[in-house]
């Protein structure tokens, strides 16, 4: 077999997936905050464009992928298939273990995958204006790259520790005209509330939707954008998992363990969820969703309805959480700290169709390491604990051939910063102490 597997043109899928109608037990409807009803879809109308709103609720198995995205998808799509061999032997495993390189992007990781949808459909209806935040900066750089590409204009709230530690991320964002501020920022009136408190804040996620929120609603023409847990951002990447099995197919492979790194959980589901129909056919497969011990949202939070941001701003989500006020420490892998969990996710955890898995930071590095060794690619942080994951399957049993599928979301060239903390030994693990996670759950919103 060649080592790489790609696909003809007429060979790549021409619709994205959307589980939600197959997920056993359903979903739970996001709630209005102000009235604790199923939110109305009117109101989400003032920062989304209808036609992710209707990606988002939608009871369609198949949505057809507008052809100006397929055209922007082909500059890097389809994102090859590749076995992990040398891993393998140096693991001296029996397992066989294929990687989905999103890392071939543009800007480096799967987020694409759902920039250039989520322009193409605001462009479309009229928008002029995108405000977004960035967690570790990859989902700014990536919306920065669509928004240039139809132009839409982008601003974007980056959290404050990532900004300081990836300076590198900035300059790609600028490249592509977007506008950037650290958050909390003091040009929004969440951002100035939350420096008033604290001037050093390191940021969160949950702080930056809250700035960018604000900014979107507050501005003409302006709407916002999510780079991961909602349905529509899963539905784009699904792309991934569509040709992931055709890919698989043409290897006569089929697989027993499909793994992927959690944040907001959009790559792993877009790798795993066009794969459920199968399960839910009776085919054995194990899903493996890898979180870090320092920000344990499947493993440890709970599955309640929580806000998406810190300032209580967004529709409750049924999810995972580890509470909207969580202030995740400040480890590397930026992308990976968030305090909740997509409700699709959730939802497959809640079936116990996925399995959760949270592992530490330095044994992540470790994995990155061995894998850029072995096959080559340096993987970004985030994506080091699909890789720890995949190697800790592979590994459980030396002996057994299974075939191990994982999603290498992105590659790390410009995240060289963490792993040099890394050589400098300057990480360490951090385990977050109980107390704190059950802290942060008091403050749940009161949904009854
Ligand atoms: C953003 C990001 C993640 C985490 O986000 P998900 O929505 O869980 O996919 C993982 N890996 C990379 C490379 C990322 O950029």
Redesign the pocket.
Same mark, same amino acid.
């Given at each position: 077999m060649t080592k790489k597997i790609l696909l003809r043109d007429d060979e790549m899928p021409t619709s994205w997936y959307n589980v939600c109608p197959d997920i056993p037990g359903g979903l739970q409807p996001p709630l209005d905050p102000e009235t604790m009803q199923p939110m109305a879809p009117e109101k989400l109308a003032a920062i989304f464009p209808m036609g992710l709103l209707e990606q988002e609720m939608s009871p369609d198995r198949e949505i057809p992928i507008p052809e100006e995205v397929m055209e922007i998808y082909k500059i890097w799509r389809p994102a090859p298939l590749v076995r992990a061999r040398k891993l393998e032997e140096a693991l001296g495993t029996k397992a066989r273990i294929f990687f989905k390189n !999103? /890392?071939v992007s543009p800007v480096? *990781? #799967?987020?694409p995958n759902s920039a250039v949808p989520q322009a193409f459909f605001n462009r479309r209806e009229g928008i002029q204006r995108i405000a977004t935040e960035t967690?570790?900066g @990859?989902?700014g750089s990536a919306l920065s790259m669509a928004t240039s590409m139809f132009g839409l204009k982008c601003k974007v709230y980056m959290v404050r520790v990532s900004f300081d530690q990836k300076p590198y991320r900035k300059s790609i964002m600028q490249t592509f005209g977007a506008e950037i501020v650290a958050s909390p920022s003091p040009y929004t009136n969440y951002g100035r509330s939350v420096l008033e408190r604290d001037p050093d804040s390191n940021g969160s996620l949950g702080i930056a939707i809250s700035e960018a929120l604000e900014d979107a609603v507050t501005t003409e023409h302006t709407n916002y954008a999510l $780079? *991961? &847990?909602l349905n529509h &951002?899963i539905l784009h @990447?699904t792309i991934i998992g569509l040709e992931a099995k055709k890919q698989m197919e043409l290897a006569g492979e089929y697989p027993d363990v499909i793994v $992927? +790194? +959690? /944040? /907001?959980? *959009?790559?792993?589901?877009?790798l795993a969820v066009p794969f459920v129909p199968d399960y839910l056919d009776g085919k054995k497969i194990r899903f493996v969703g890898v979180e870090p011990a320092s920000c344990p949202t499947m493993t440890e939070g709970k599955l309640a309805y929580d806000s998406g941001d810190t300032g209580g701003m967004t529709p409750l989500l049924h999810m995972h959480t580890l509470g909207h006020d969580f202030m995740p420490p400040g480890i590397h892998?930026g /992308?990976?700290r968030?305090h909740g969990m997509?409700p699709i996710v959730s939802a497959l955890v809640r079936e116990n169709i996925v399995t959760p898995l949270n592992v530490h930071q330095m044994e992540c590095f470790e994995a990155g390491i061995l894998f850029a060794k072995t096959e080559g690619i340096i993987p970004?942080p !985030?994506?080091c #604990?699909?890789v720890r994951g995949a190697i800790i399957e592979a590994t459980r049993d030396l002996n057994e051939p299974k075939t191990i599928l994982f999603n290498l979301?992105? #590659?790390g060239l410009i995240d060289m910063a963490a792993y040099d903390s890394y050589f400098a030994g300057e990480l360490h693990n951090y385990s977050l102490p109980r107390e704190e996670i059950a802290e942060s759950l008091k403050n749940l919103p009161k949904t009854s």
């Open positions: !999103e /890392g480096g *990781s #799967h987020k967690g570790a @990859q989902w $780079g *991961s &847990v &951002v @990447q $992927g +790194c +959690c /944040g /907001g959980g *959009s790559n792993f589901a877009g892998a /992308g990976l968030y997509a970004a !985030e994506t #604990h699909a979301s992105g #590659h």
